[in-house]
């Protein structure tokens, strides 16, 4: 059975996982899934991406990279050095957790016409300038996240530091990452295919993603 992996491309952790599989060279098809058609039986959270493989679903991207990793152990997402590979999933842990996800609160206005409260906005600024702070303490960029070699941290800075920088823009006029050369970055990772065919099926999903966005709104007005 060829794995399937479930989700939209407009999705950052979407992507996060299917730049994993294509680094490693996974066989896999695409299903486009929005939240509301999520199997349940796959991802209880109606959440995605999920992965559907022989022996059955698995949800949460960094599931999904940790699950390609061992599959593809030739992949180069993880150091061999156990030490390393821990410091790899640590600056995944604080990109998944300490910076996107703060992030995220946002995101209903930054992204999509709503609004947050001034005290949301105030309490997740310093949350993020603290987080960050923390996270660049530990990432080396010399030239990738983790050092020298390309890592599956290199995965979730690409998927999402430009989301984080997106709401530092929006909401409070202000890049957060500094001077830090995202642009650089994320240049030198777009030399890869996977980024590269990642980053393309992501603008042209766009689209959808953006009709499914207004046709929900449309229909949550409509029962107020």
């Avoid at 957790?97 to 600024?125: C, I, M, N, Q």
């Avoid at 980024?195 to 409509?222: E, S």
């Amino acid at each position: 059975m060829t794995l399937s992996l479930h989700g939209f491309a407009a999705s950052n952790y979407y992507n996060k996982s299917k730049i994993a599989l294509l680094e490693a060279g996974a066989v896999f098809t695409e299903h486009s899934v929005f939240p509301s058609q999520v199997d349940k039986a796959a991802s209880p959270l109606r959440k995605v991406p999920y992965l559907v493989t022989e022996q059955g679903a698995v949800c949460e991207s960094q599931v999904i990279v940790e699950y390609v990793a061992q599959a593809h152990p030739g992949s180069g997402l993880y150091p061999a050095d156990p030490f390393e590979a821990a410091k790899v999933r640590e600056l995944c842990a604080f990109l998944d957790t300490h910076l996107e996800l703060v992030a995220r609160r946002l995101y209903p206005e930054a992204l999509f016409g709503g609004e947050v409260s001034d005290g949301l906005k105030a309490s997740t600024h310093k949350e993020l300038v603290r987080n960050l702070r923390a996270f660049f303490e530990l990432a080396r960029f010399s030239p990738y996240v983790a050092g020298e070699h390309f890592s599956a941290a290199d995965i979730s800075a690409y998927t999402h530091l430009p989301m984080v920088r997106m709401v530092g823009k929006k909401i409070y006029g202000q890049d957060l990452l500094g001077d830090f050369d995202l642009k650089a970055y994320m240049a030198r990772l777009n030399t890869r295919p996977a980024f590269a065919r990642t980053a393309a099926d992501a603008a042209a999903g766009m689209a959808a993603f953006t009709a499914y966005v207004q046709a929900a709104r449309a229909a949550a007005a409509a029962q107020r």
